[in-house]
């Protein structure tokens, strides 16, 4: 896919598409679609721990869901598709070292998370709330594809990992550790004030 449409493509898909979740059930939900994300909420206060197990569940159900009809669709391709040989849009890591990938994971995880717990608070972005989420999204990916893959979201990397098996199972950890890592450290800069935002609001971003 990234061959044909390009890094920039992938990018915006990406961005794009948490955009239009955000504004489809983000009022249902608050389209949590990535358990970092839920995580950075609940460590921030804004979440209930039962609420978070439910969440996480779900993400990662509906990712293996997903992958699963991804797995059914590229199946169909006129010739046939070499799942070893063309990947399933597994994150991992080649070019670059494990603690380049593990450092970025948990950075731009970080990064990702203030965005969208300010973003969602009380006096942030209001209704461009999606849109700034989104687009910080693109960002990372820009950046971070070439380096690690870029996944942000431990559901993201889990369902495609299934199907691909070998590397990109091995590698798994890194995409769960490092992302919760980050999510979690915002959470708490929110939570205690060390990033000087205001009040949050009480409801998941």
Not at 3 to 22: I, R, T
Not at 112 to 130: D, H, K, P, Q
């Amino acid at each position: 896919m990234r061959s044909e449409v390009g890094l920039l493509g992938v990018a915006m898909a990406f961005g794009l598409s948490v955009v239009a979740m955000a504004y489809a059930i983000g009022p249902i939900s608050g389209a949590h679609l990535n358990p970092a994300v839920s995580l950075g909420v609940f460590v921030s206060g804004r979440m209930k721990f039962n609420d978070l197990v439910g969440y996480v569940v779900a993400q990662c159900v509906g990712a293996i869901v997903a992958s699963a009809v991804l797995y059914v669709i590229v199946e169909g391709k006129g010739g046939g598709y070499d799942l070893a040989a063309n990947g399933f849009a597994q994150n991992g890591w080649s070019t670059y070292s494990v603690t380049s990938a593990f450092l970025f994971e948990l950075i731009a995880t970080f990064l990702f998370l203030l965005v969208i717990l300010r973003a969602t608070a009380e006096g942030g972005a209001g209704a461009l709330a999606g849109l700034a989420i989104g687009l910080t999204l693109v960002m990372i990916h820009l950046a971070g594809i070439a380096v690690s893959g870029s996944s942000v979201n431990p559901a993201r990397s889990l369902g495609p990992a299934l199907f691909a098996g070998g590397t990109a199972l091995s590698q798994l950890w890194l995409y769960i550790v490092a992302p919760c890592l980050g999510a979690a450290a915002a959470g708490l800069a929110l939570r205690v004030g060390v990033i000087g935002v205001g009040e949050t609001a009480p409801q998941p971003a």
